[in-house]
């Protein structure tokens, strides 16, 4: 029965997973049939807050992933108990006890958040076997991007020589290959005998093929392989293009490879390895009993042939006319610098600075010669005012595709699917360049770019603070499907940043309705902050709890923390100690742990718990602000000890009546009237009224802050902290 089963629901002696959502589901199911199996009309009228019948509905059936928000839990049961009162029906005890359903939820919850820290831990540790790049050379962490590896890999696949070798055939056949844009993905082989080019052709291949913003997982080794296999899709990426890159196999690592496990693999990414012609060799001419593994590999797999040629090995093809050219000139960087930077060759320079600046931009992918024809008389006109021809443009590039004395080229071709490429020398960086990037170069490569490279232009505008720029590119990139989270969530940013309320909410709101992931949950917490700083409280709970449900978990815990200031702010305690007691440990911000852990002894009203809290601040004063906490939290506790009122929780008026009373003030700081609101916090602060008192003067500081007025911010900080009302005081440690 029923209530067995509640009774049984201890902690002690639960196991891993009993206190899953469809397990509470199951118990809330029994509680609406012993309370006369009211319709979902019925339940909804009886609630407190209204919780639709759809949400009532899913709650019941069990079919959310993440717990319910203890407020809609609670209304529900309570309108179930009032139900079967109505109605004269007997509830098992335990059934109608309220604080037994609150600890069985946060069971449920608990366990919820360890399944995803593990979960987490676990995905954390894979992703290690897949890294060659520092966290801080990651653009859009924790996948490589091609553009990432193209950029910042030092053991990324270079030729012996300066110059590539293209080889046509090869190339036609790896472009083919890779055109798939559907499960299952192409396994590329790519054999041939050793020093033959098998991974520099094989990457110059992947990097003119994809697309820069491709994910790139780089296995350590075989066994990181067989891990990745074995977690399913848990780390390859949900959406958007990626490839998994296998270097120098080995004849026992492809054996490896199972076909079930290739299954598991080309399900979420293509697949590009090399291997050697001995490597097949040791496969092929193994025992029927041995090798059997790698050798349904290389039967599954799509094998291209690189082949020895001794003519192309000592020379380098131009492709457009066939002529040799000779290997770029090895130089040294100053000289390749100074030679730009003092050149008379005006063309030749706008053309350098073409490429140079798509690269700043973040267009690292070789500019086609029509492409760099657009960018050309752009880069001419911010170093003279003669007028632009085909002429001039073909001079420019005779200048830079020549080398000088101990100077190589400045730029080199490079072989594209679509046809010749232009990059910078491997001598320049462009990093070094120091001229200013012409405000005319953004419109245009907005309208020059495909949807998926406008997402890293975006983020370089939005790095530049050409946050106009970046709104357009966003808005570009948000037209491609396939990342359409990460580019709707930096519109909702840009919006935000640019004072266009209205179009960050829609961006946010499009990031979440596409479902849950780690955009997602960052967009419901940023949508939490706007509403809160709005004074629409009801909205930004509802945000912020939505993003502690979801994938994310730095901005779940944010989230987290913010409720439990919010709560403790309104006086809504319980709910406050329910939303911080958890393990912030692990938080983005670097004191999130110790502040969550301050705001929470604030609500439970413990200055035995202050106490604790004010030694570890004062453990870490002087980092990261930890003076001033630790200089607020000593008076407090000096007002408190010697306060005639409770010292652990002020009786505070209801929070309604504090609202209505600063909501004209809000309201002009709304409006931007800054100063104006500030005068009207002060003359509300002159309450004898601790709570009102205090939170207007907590209103005055942060507005004061806003005006730059910081000493003044400071004092209404600290006279709001004097007024020993926690939940101000919380929120100004």
């Known amino acids: 029965m029923y209530g067995a089963c509640m009774r049984d629901a201890t902690d002690g002696d639960r196991q891993d997973g009993e206190w899953s959502v469809a397990w509470l589901s199951s118990e809330l199911r029994e509680l609406r049939r012993q309370a006369g199996h009211p319709s979902l009309s019925d339940i909804n009228k009886l609630t407190k807050h209204g919780p639709a019948r759809a949400t009532i509905s899913e709650l019941l059936a069990g079919q959310r992933k993440w717990a319910p928000p203890w407020e809609t839990l609670s209304n ?42 593990n979960a987490n831990k676990a995905r ?60 299952p993905y ?57 490839l998994i890159w296998m270097d120098s196999l080995s004849a026992a690592a492809l054996d490896h490879l199972a076909h079930e496990k290739l299954d598991v693999l080309t399900g979420h990414a293509a697949i590009v ?20 593994t790698a050798r349904a590999a290389l039967k599954r797999a799509h094998l291209i ?49 073409s490429i140079v600046d798509a690269r700043r931009v973040g267009v690292i992918r070789p500019l086609l010669e029509d492409e760099l024809k657009q960018l050309f008389p752009i880069h001419f006109a911010e170093i003279h005012d003669l007028p632009v021809s085909d002429d001039l443009f073909a001079t420019g590039m005779e200048w830079a595709r020549n ?39 953004w419109p245009a490569l907005i309208t020059m770019l495909d949807p998926h490279e406008c997402l890293n232009l975006a983020l370089a505008a939005e790095t530049q603070g050409k946050l106009l720029h970046a709104t357009k590119a966003a808005a570009k990139a948000a037209t491609s499907s396939e990342q359409a989270t990460l580019a709707n969530l930096l519109l909702g940013r840009l919006h935000q940043k640019l004072g266009n309320a209205s179009a960050a909410k829609s961006a946010l709101v499009a990031v979440i309705d596409i479902g849950p992931s780690d955009e997602a949950c960052a967009a419901a917490d940023l949508l939490g902050r706007m509403f809160h700083n709005e004074g629409d409280f009801d909205h930004a709970i509802e945000y912020w709890t939505l993003a502690t449900q979801w994938p994310g978990d730095a901005h779940a815990l944010m989230s987290w923390f913010e409720l439990g200031r919010l709560h403790a702010m309104l006086g809504n305690w319980e709910e406050a100690i329910d939303a911080l007691s958890r ?17 929470l002894a604030f609500a439970r009203g413990s200055i035995d718990d202050l106490e604790r809290v004010l030694e570890a601040w004062e453990c870490v004063s002087g980092e990261h602000g930890g003076h001033v906490a630790a200089s607020a939290l000593r008076e407090y506790l000096l007002h408190a000890r010697h306060s005639t009122e409770q010292a652990h929780r002020s009786p505070s008026p209801d929070p309604t ?67 020993a009302q926690p939940g101000y005081s919380g929120l100004v440690s």
């Open 76 to 117: 529900v049961v309570q309108a179930l108990i009032a139900h079967a009162r109505d109605k004269n029906l007997g509830l098992d005890p335990r059934l109608a006890n309220l604080e037994e359903w609150r600890r069985l939820h946060g069971l449920v919850v608990r366990d919820i958040e360890r399944s995803k820290r």
């Open 186 to 242: 192409p396994f590329i082989l790519v054999y041939g005998d050793d020093g033959v080019g098998k991974s520099t052709s094989a990457w110059t291949a992947v990097t003119s093929a994809l697309r820069p913003e491709t994910k790139v997982l780089i296995p350590r080794d075989s066994a990181a392989v067989a891990n990745l296999a074995d977690s399913g899709s848990a780390l390859v990426p949900a959406a958007g293009p990626s």
């Open 403 to 441: 080398p000088g004395h101990d100077v190589p080229p400045m730029v080199v071709m490079r072989r594209h699917r679509s046809g010749p490429s232009w990059t910078i020398s491997d001598q320049l960086s462009e990093d070094r360049a120091t001229w200013r990037i012409p405000d005319a170069l």
């Open 657 to 723: 009546d504090i609202e209505m009373v600063l909501a004209a003030a809000r309201r002009l700081r709304d409006l931007g009237k800054r100063h104006e609101a500030l005068e009207e916090f002060r003359r509300t602060a002159a309450s004898a009224h601790s709570g009102l008192r205090a939170a207007a003067l907590y209103e005055a500081g942060s507005t004061a802050e806003d005006l730059g007025l910081l000493d003044e911010a400071r004092k209404a900080f600290d006279a709001s902290i004097s007024c």
């Open 583 to 599: 393990d912030f440990s692990d938080g983005p911000l670097p004191d999130l742990a110790l502040r969550a852990e301050t705001l």
């Open 305 to 353: 042939h690189l082949p020895r040629d001794p003519e192309l090995a000592e020379q380098i093809w131009d492709v457009s006319g066939g002529e040799v050219v000779p290997a770029e000139v090895h130089g040294h960087p100053q000289l390749a610098w100074l030679r730009l930077n003092t050149a008379q060759d005006l063309p030749g320079v706008a053309v350098v600075r």
């Open 124 to 183: 954390l540790e894979l992703i290690e076997q897949f890294s060659v790049l520092p966290p801080g050379q990651m653009r859009r962490p924790p996948f490589h991007t091609l553009d990432d590896l193209v950029t910042s890999w030092e053991g990324r696949p270079r030729p012996a020589r300066s110059g590539y070798l293209p080889r046509a055939d090869f190339d036609e056949e790896m472009w083919a290959a890779l055109a798939s844009q559907t499960a």
């Open 273 to 292: 390895a090399t291997i050697s012609a001995a490597e097949c060799a040791t496969i092929l001419s193994s025992r029927t009993n041995r090798m059997s």
